[in-house]
């Protein structure tokens, strides 16, 4: 059984660029949120989506959008890259109303 | 802002010894969750706890909740190499809610 799959794993994008990353829930999964993690610290909470619509955010600009589409699988963009922006993003789905998140490899973003 | 503490940040321990990572908020959580995540992977659930001073175990990890739900621990019993990584404390502060986290500790088991 495939856990959270995340593409790409590893990106390297100018500042100012754009990017999009794409992740597909576990199976069985319909819930998914977006998580920035940067080096040596814990996930911070960018959102979730539920029933392809953006149901919580966290304290992240408008430049970070996304999208869950019918088959629950989501996109994260992020517009006019900085070099802050640099940090790992991980994906994580679970089944509605059970508590625990399953997590992806997530993908590995550097801004130069 | 609703914050999670977790202490201490990093814990270095020969195999075979105790260890305890401490999690603490001021604010009441709906659940507790701990992970542990290695390094280039994501974070993977190790436990959820819902009630509190409830306590569960898993093998040799020992996880209890605070009776108010503000504060959580893991307790590893005679450590072992493969413990190695960074243990993460995250929690809704209400049922649904987005997920929080600490700043995590990182465990590092010597042989």
């Known amino acids: 059984d495939a856990g959270v799959t995340q593409s790409p794993t590893h990106l390297i994008k100018t500042r100012g660029q754009q990017v999009t990353l794409r992740c597909s829930p576990k199976s069985g999964h319909d819930t998914v949120s977006w998580y920035q993690q940067a080096l040596g610290q814990g996930p911070q909470f960018i959102f979730q989506?539920?029933?392809?619509?953006?149901?919580q955010r966290g304290n992240f600009p408008d430049r970070f959008s996304g999208h869950q589409f019918p088959n629950y699988s989501s996109e994260l963009n992020v517009n006019a890259l900085l070099l802050g922006d640099s940090a790992l993003y991980l994906c994580?789905?679970?089944?509605?109303?059970?508590?625990?998140?399953?997590f992806g490899s997530g993908t590995r973003l550097t801004v130069v | 802002t609703q914050l999670l503490e977790q202490s201490p940040q990093f814990l270095s321990i020969q195999e075979g010894e105790n260890l305890t990572v401490y999690c603490n908020s001021s604010s009441v959580f709906s659940s507790l969750q701990w992970y542990r995540q290695e390094p280039g992977e994501g974070p993977v659930l190790l436990v959820t706890?819902?009630?509190?001073?409830e306590v569960k175990k898993l093998k040799r990890l020992t996880f209890q909740f605070g009776d108010a739900r503000k504060d959580s621990s893991l307790h590893i019993t005679a450590a072992q190499p493969g413990d190695t990584g960074l243990y993460l404390c995250a929690g809704p502060f209400a049922a649904g809610n987005k997920l929080t986290f600490g700043g995590g500790t990182r465990v590092l088991v010597k042989p």
């Open positions: 994580a789905s679970r089944e509605r109303g059970n508590y625990g998140y399953t």
């Open positions: 989506y539920y029933e392809e619509e953006e149901r």
């Open positions: 706890v819902v009630t509190g001073g």
